[in-house]
T-cell receptor
Framework: SQQGEEDPQALSIQEGENATMNCSYK?????LQWYRQNSGRGLVHLIL?????REKHSGRLRVTLDTSKKSSSLLITASRAADTASYFC????????????FGPGTRLSVLP | DTEVTQTPKHLVMGMTNKKSLKCEQH?????MYWYKQKAKKPPELMFV???????INESVPSRFSPECPNSSLLNLHLHALQPEDSALYLC??????????????FGPGTRLTVT
């Protein structure tokens, strides 16, 4: 399976702190995407990083990709209570018919 | 309009019922997806339509039958479901297939309960 795996599975921090979530995967990929899901609702796309990119920024989000280690990290800086959600990485690989596979996710709780 | 809509929001059905889930987008996207998500688990891909043609079926049981009547609509027909099929069903769309680096836009989901 090419499924990504997030680490940690759950993370609890105080408002204002930074949150780092990691994602590992098993096969070569075309791109890796991060999504956020508030409880029981649809997913929201956060950022996409292509296999030839190493780092991308979007507002308070920073994503890195290390294809040699088959891993990615999502950093949320200066976290807010509104950042409380589940965060999923998703990988796409042409070798797997362009299937879109989500990792198990990290449940982030930001305490006020 | 960057919204994907899904109806109904909630659905309770018996194992002998036939029902349908509906999904609509008006972003001109040519790829549409159905996912199943159990509580505290990631979404699992069920079907992918590309240019109104079924391109991926992830070995989903035949009691789930997808349909793409046109480029804006995606249906999921349900028949003879089992209680273990109870889940959140998510629809998504993207400009092209995800492998071509297109982000997916998700609807809010339909919460299905099979009794």
């Amino acid at each position: 399976s090419q499924q990504g795996e997030e680490d940690p599975q759950a993370l609890s921090i105080q408002e204002g702190e930074n949150a780092t979530m990691n994602c590992s995967y098993k096969t070569s990929i075309n791109n890796l995407q991060w999504y956020r899901q508030n409880s029981g609702r649809g997913l929201v796309h956060l950022i996409l990083i292509r296999s030839n990119e190493r780092e991308k920024h979007s507002g308070r989000l920073r994503v890195t990709l290390d294809t040699s280690k088959k891993s990615s990290s999502l950093l949320i800086t200066a976290s807010r209570a509104a950042d409380t959600a589940s965060y999923f990485c998703a990988t796409v690989s042409y070798n797997y018919g362009q299937n879109f596979v989500f990792g198990p996710g990290t449940r982030l709780s930001v305490l006020p | 309009d960057t919204e994907v809509t899904q109806t109904p929001k909630h659905l309770v059905m018996g194992m002998t019922n036939k029902k349908s889930l509906k999904c609509e987008q008006h972003m001109g996207h040519r790829a549409m997806y159905w996912y199943k998500q159990k509580a505290k688990k990631p979404p699992e891909l069920m079907f992918v339509y590309s240019y109104e043609k079924l391109s991926i079926n992830e070995s989903v049981p035949s009691r789930f039958s997808p349909e793409c009547p046109n480029s804006s609509l995606l249906n999921l027909h349900l028949h003879a479901l089992q209680p273990e099929d109870s889940a959140l069903y998510l629809c998504a769309s993207s400009q092209g297939l995800a492998g071509a680096s297109h982000e997916q836009y998700f609807g809010p989901g339909t919460r299905l309960t099979v009794t």
